[in-house]
């Protein structure tokens, strides 16, 4: 309720700034006379989902012997289809362009049909072990089909499912199928160095997005994930022997920072600052300051950082 | 609240609903302008990811620097509680001119002054009181009502709802400590109830006032709802608050009343809210059906733990989607003031929420050792189906 926007509406109208029928509108929502729960339903759908996953899984886990795996698989795989078939009955025709959403529950109907397939692979995977050793490869699988669904029905949240599934095959990939790939370096290194690069490869694909606009409203979902796990492998690696890492860092948190700047997307630039200071702090920190030199450092530098910040906000703020 | 800051937040209350409206393509770019000029705003503001990256870096320096004068003087004693509050009181006095004389609001900058301004006034009140070798009962007391005073008096004078909320739950702690405190918690929930929804609508007070009267009134209602739960009640959760060893509820002969509130105080608020149409009162009636729920399966095993959760969610999903369709059903999609239509929310910060809920934790898929043969769903601990690895 909001008496002044209420007031707003009666005055813009008088004004002929707003139609009778905007007027009347705007004006009952403010008064409270219209309150939409559109927001509850979606989080009430979204809680749904992951409330009703963990049942499932907790099902499967303590019912696996008493089951049955043939009815187990079965139902989780019927379960999946029926919502994957209710998808694709409600879905428009595929486009390359942001579609709207059929109804309320489209999206969130995909992502359950998703993870009953995800849970029903994995099942299968830990009954009946087809790949064996080389078990990881059904994460690439799921990725593949996650991000297949995605595009096709038009899902931000099933993409960044299939982004973050792939990126765990390949940091289980590294661990378990690669060892000796990767036995000149410490299984940590070798770690960040695949988030690096699946990082990058990220980063690559929501570059390509956009001028070839095939899905180009995905790029902030695959940018965002691209330097989220770019600056968390490099981030793993602070304070270690060598300074490259904590430079390493400071380019990259630098480079997020003026892309961010360049495109006005403020949340990646935040982040790529934050990443850059923390950087440059952990430089600092290795002279051993102390105490004293410490909080001198911190409260002068985040002051700068700040008086810096301001400055690109009234640079910003004409545009 | 100054007049000026009032009044500018009563504009900044027109303009945000005018770019809701432009959202939902319900006005042009021509109209709005046209309001953003008729509504000028004055203050200097900063958006959401500006505004927490200019929080964190604030509240850093001013600690850091506090640290420093800390390190380079070494007080020992009263005099680190005495440097403690001078500063705190420093923070305030910034605050003021912040947000009086510069006109600031929403910048992050001034609510990390009057966070951390309050927190070494109260924590330096706490340091000097304990060196003066005060009962820690009395201390803890006297440092539970300067802070819900302080966090009140910043609410009220600087205009943030955060500081009513968080001034509320240390008046409810305070409340705690007294040996009646379940009995005092219901009683100030409800004194207290009627006044903040009669206020939190109040067109004399500017928007932010309405929300901090909101946000007090939810502590209100959770403190009025913990007072009655039946597992608090057997817990002695509120008694386990105050000072000395919780009495025994369990056998009580108020029991009744415990089980009679867990049950009716849920179903009141989604009541109100529905009648009165007001989201608080429908979304906070909503959380503690769920606690009511979850106290229900602490005490009545009606069926396993993997049923109540599939059922529950299964559920919250067609009840989500009966709800929808009741609503569509009705003339111009919408029944008893209520819709199903987004109207003129800003969906997409919920949208984002969504994306990164389902990059950070995905549950895929997740191999069994082979030793172990039995199945585990859930997230892997960096990135998604089900990875063990880590990043």
Excluded at chain 1, 17 to 42: D, H, I, T
Excluded at chain 1, 104 to 122: I, K, P, R, S, T
Excluded at chain 1, 314 to 319: S, V
């Amino acid at each position: 309720m909001s008496p002044e926007v209420a007031a707003a509406a009666e005055r813009l109208g008088e004004q002929g700034l707003l139609s009778p029928a905007q007027r009347a509108l705007f004006a009952r929502v403010a008064r409270g006379e219209l309150v939409s729960v559109y927001r509850e339903l979606r989080l009430a759908l979204y809680a749904g989902i992951l409330v009703a996953m963990a049942g499932v899984g907790l099902l499967v886990k303590e019912n696996f012997a008493r089951l049955g795996p043939l009815a187990v698989a079965t139902a989780l795989a019927l379960a999946a289809a029926a919502c994957l078939a209710w998808v694709q009955r409600r879905s428009p025709a595929f486009s390359w362009r942001e579609a709207a959403s059929p109804h309320l529950a489209f999206e969130y109907v995909l992502l359950l049909g998703v993870l009953l397939a995800g849970a029903d692979l994995a099942y299968v995977e830990a009954r009946f072990a087809p790949l064996g050793p080389a078990w990881p490869w059904h994460l690439l699988a799921m990725a593949i089909v996650a991000g297949v669904l995605a595009v096709r029905y038009d899902s931000r949240i099933v993409f960044s499912l299939a982004l973050s599934t792939f990126a765990a095959w390949r940091g289980v990939s590294v661990v378990l199928l690669e060892k000796a790939f990767w036995s000149g370096s410490d299984p940590a290194s070798s770690l960040r160095a695949n988030a690096v690069g699946v990082g990058v490869a990220f980063l690559l694909l929501g570059a390509a997005l956009v001028p070839l606009d095939r899905k180009a409203h995905f790029e902030p979902v695959a940018v965002h994930a691209g330097w989220i796990l770019v600056l968390g492998a490099l981030a793993s690696g602070l304070g270690g022997r060598s300074p490259a890492g904590d430079l390493g860092l400071l380019l990259a948190g630098g480079g997020v920072a003026a892309f961010a700047f360049r495109r006005a997307r403020f949340s990646l630039f935040v982040l790529g600052v934050l990443a850059a200071y923390v950087a440059l702090s952990a430089l600092f920190l290795r002279i051993d300051p102390g105490f004293t030199g410490g909080s001198l450092w911190f409260a002068l530098t985040s002051l700068a950082v700040l008086g810096g910040l301001l400055g690109v906000h009234r640079r910003l703020r004409p545009a | 609240m100054r007049p000026d800051g009032a009044e500018a937040d009563r504009r900044r209350e027109v303009r945000a609903a005018a770019r809701g409206w432009r959202r939902a393509s319900a006005i042009d770019d021509a109209t709005l302008a046209a309001i953003r000029a008729s509504y000028p705003d004055d203050r200097g503001r900063l958006g959401p990811a500006f505004r927490s990256l200019a929080f964190v870096l604030t509240a850093l320096a001013l600690n850091a620097a506090f640290f420093f004068v800390i390190a380079v003087a070494d007080p020992r004693g009263d005099a680190v509680g005495i440097l403690a509050l001078a500063f705190g009181i420093v923070l305030c006095a910034l605050t003021e001119v912040q947000i009086g004389l510069l006109k600031r609001a929403e910048g992050g900058i001034e609510a990390a002054s009057a966070f951390v301004g309050i927190a070494y006034v109260i924590g330096a009140a706490g340091w000097l009181m304990n060196e003066a070798h005060m009962p820690e009962r009395t201390l803890v007391l006297a440092v539970l009502a300067l802070a819900a005073a302080l966090l009140a008096a910043a609410a009220a004078r600087w205009g943030m709802p955060l500081c009513a909320a968080l001034a509320a739950g240390a008046f409810f702690l305070l409340l705690a400590r007294s040996p009646a405190g379940r009995l005092f918690w219901i009683a100030a929930a409800a004194a207290a109830a009627p006044l903040l929804v009669i206020f939190g609508d109040s067109p004399r007070l500017p928007p932010v006032h309405r929300r901090s009267c909101q946000a007090a009134l939810a502590v209100a209602l959770l403190a009025f709802y913990a007072a009655f739960n039946l597992w608090s009640w057997d817990h002695a959760f509120v008694e386990s608050l105050g000072p000395g060893r919780a009495p025994a509820l369990k056998d009580s002969s108020l029991r009744p009343l415990a089980m009679a509130g867990t049950v009716l105080i849920p179903a009141a608020a989604l009541a109100f809210g529905i009648r009165s149409r007001r989201r608080l009162f429908l979304d906070l009636g909503v959380v503690l059906a769920v606690a009511s729920l979850v106290t229900l399966r602490f005490y009545v095993h009606v069926a396993p733990l993997w049923l109540i959760l599939t059922a529950g969610g299964s559920a919250a999903i067609l009840g989500s989607l009966a709800i929808r369709r009741f609503l569509d059903s009705g003339a111009g999609r919408e029944r008893r003031g209520f819709t199903a239509e987004p109207l003129f929310e800003d969906l997409s910060r919920q949208g984002a929420l969504e994306t990164a809920a389902a990059l950070a934790s995905a549950p895929s898929a997740r191999r069994v050792p082979a030793e172990d043969r039995s199945f585990t769903s859930g997230g892997g601990r960096f990135g998604g189906g089900g990875a063990t690895g880590e990043y």
